[in-house]
């Protein structure tokens, strides 16, 4: 089955604690994105990479690093956590720009 | 200004309903225009997608593009109360870009 998978779906942690959050994909795509999500504020497009050791800022990259050293995987690092990056995050991919984005179901991050 | 621009709602309707979902775009180089609908705790999916100006129809749904007036519609007919979720456009401009998601819509479609 095609599909984007996170792991965790649900962390909660506390201020300055590095966490990852893993991002995979099964359908070979080139390009791979992670967005959160807050309400009011809609999508908002962290990062992204459009293949293997190509990344670019997103909206929203300040307090999140992210590497492509596999086509299949992207992590989501947040060295120091704070409050502010409360929120749900969604990975996705897709085969190029123009094509349609392929979602993971989210992981909903806490920070204390 | 945002490039891309979506009324939040929520939108209340009764089953049955035609629902019309908007937004406006700022950015006259955006070629292609996506709906995606997203239910609560789950990833958005896509549900239409269309490169031009013009209507495209899949069964209850429409989309439509009005490129002069940068103005992009999704319509619903005879809304289902399964069709309550939050309805996102993303618009973008081809290429090597990634599209710029509207902040979406939420509807509620009542029994």
Known sequence: ?????????????????????????????????????DPGLGLRQIYYSMNVEVTDKGDVPE????????????????????????????CASNRGGADTQYFGPGTRLTVL | QKEVEQ???PLSVPEGAIVSLNCTYSNSAFQYFMWYRQYSRKGPEL?????????????????????????????IRDSQPSDSATYLCAIGAGGSYIPTFGRGTSLIVHP
């Open chain 1, 63 to 90: 307090g999140y690093k992210v590497s492509r050293k596999e086509k299949r995987n992207f992590p989501l690092i947040l060295e120091s956590p704070s409050p502010n990056q409360t929120s749900l995050y969604f």
């Open chain 2, 47 to 75: 549900l239409m997608y269309t490169y031009s100006s013009g209507n495209k129809e899949d069964g209850r749904f429409t989309a439509q593009v009005d490129k002069s007036s940068k103005y992009i519609s999704l319509f």
């Open chain 2, 7 to 9: 009324d939040p709602g």
């Open chain 1, 1 to 37: 089955e095609a599909q984007v998978t996170q792991n965790p779906r649900y962390l909660i942690t506390v201020t300055g604690k590095k966490l990852t959050v893993t991002c995979s994909q099964n359908m070979n795509h080139e390009y791979m994105s992670w967005y959160r999500q």
